[in-house]
């Protein structure tokens, strides 16, 4: 069970174990954490804080991924400025972002997926409930069914935090 509070350009804490700040290397991760679930050239996974860490080529830490929102591992849980961003619906956590953003540039895949450049904070979502009830339209021999996905639609199903240069640092890598 963890407690993962996201501060967005300053990087994870993880409630009575320690902070992870941006900027520190790989390396202090496995020290505050263990051996990680996965490991490759630029990420860590841990599987069961529902957390992946991801660093540039010199292993130093520059984004924090929660992937799997809605589906955490029994008793974990995440903070983003004081809120749960799984509990909240999806416009709600989106005004919380836009909000603390100060009016800086969204960009994105909406409805799908934003990035709030000022603070480096991205939400996605696979799907959503216009679309959802959309297709129960087109396919009503499958409206049943999507009816139980409505409400994963709801809210969003991963969000990341970034170091303030980890979208302009090259050589161009793939961050969430």
Same mark, same amino acid.
């Given at each position: 069970m @963890?407690h *993962?509070i996201l501060?967005?350009?300053?990087g994870?804490?993880?409630?009575?174990?320690?902070?992870?700040d941006f +900027?520190?290397?790989?390396?202090e @991760?496995?020290t505050?954490?263990?051996e990680?679930?996965?490991q490759?050239?630029?990420a *860590?996974?841990?599987?069961l $804080?529902d957390c992946?860490?991801?660093f540039?080529?010199?292993?130093?830490?520059?984004?924090?991924?929660?992937? /799997? +929102?809605?589906f955490?591992? &029994? +008793?974990n849980s995440?903070?983003i400025?004081?809120?749960?961003?799984?509990a909240l619906? &999806?416009?709600r956590?989106?005004a $919380? *972002?836009a909000?603390h953003?100060? +009016?800086g540039?969204?960009?994105g895949d &909406?409805?799908?997926?934003y990035?709030?450049?000022n603070?480096?904070?991205a939400i996605?979502?696979e799907?959503? !409930? !216009?679309?959802i009830?959309q297709l129960m339209?087109?396919?009503?021999? !499958? &409206? /049943?069914?999507?009816? @139980?996905?409505l409400p994963? @639609?709801?809210?969003y199903?991963?969000i990341?935090?970034?170091?303030?240069d980890c979208y302009?640092?090259?050589p161009?890598r793939f *961050?969430?």
């Amino acid at each position: 069970m @963890a407690h *993962l509070i996201l501060r967005p350009l300053i990087g994870l804490e993880i409630a009575g174990r320690g902070r992870l700040d941006f +900027g520190r290397h790989k390396g202090e @991760a496995v020290t505050l954490l263990g051996e990680p679930s996965q490991q490759n050239d630029h990420a *860590l996974y841990y599987d069961l $804080l529902d957390c992946h860490i991801y660093f540039d080529r010199q292993g130093i830490i520059d984004f924090f991924d929660i992937p /799997e +929102g809605p589906f955490l591992q &029994a +008793g974990n849980s995440v903070e983003i400025y004081g809120r749960d961003p799984f509990a909240l619906p &999806a416009d709600r956590l989106y005004a $919380l *972002l836009a909000e603390h953003n100060g +009016g800086g540039k969204i960009t994105g895949d &909406a409805p799908y997926s934003y990035r709030f450049n000022n603070i480096n904070t991205a939400i996605w979502r696979e799907t959503y !409930e !216009e679309e959802i009830r959309q297709l129960m339209d087109e396919f009503p021999h !499958e &409206a /049943e069914h999507l009816q @139980a996905e409505l409400p994963k @639609a709801n809210n969003y199903w991963s969000i990341g935090i970034g170091s303030e240069d980890c979208y302009r640092k090259t050589p161009k890598r793939f *961050l969430p």
